[in-house]
């Protein structure tokens, strides 16, 4: 639950930047907008691989 709380976070950290991207043509904002994206992404991934694990462990026990 904790790395979904670090999504969302950082989610709403890039909001200001997306903003001045978007609608003030910033291209340092569009830069720290698809770092924000690309740790978002890594992000998501770990979370995948943690609910696959907790789901394997649960599966694990019913089978025993």
Known sequence: MKK???AKNLIAS??????KFYNKANSAA???VRKGMQDLKN?????RLEV?????KEEAKVKK
Request: charged share 30%; hydrophobic share 35%; no cysteine.
């Open 52 to 56: 696959q694990d907790i789901k394997n």
């Open 30 to 32: 569009g830069t720290r």
């Open 4 to 6: 979904f709380t670090e």
């Open 14 to 19: 890039l909001e200001g930047d997306i903003d």
């Open 43 to 47: 992000l998501a991934q770990a979370i």
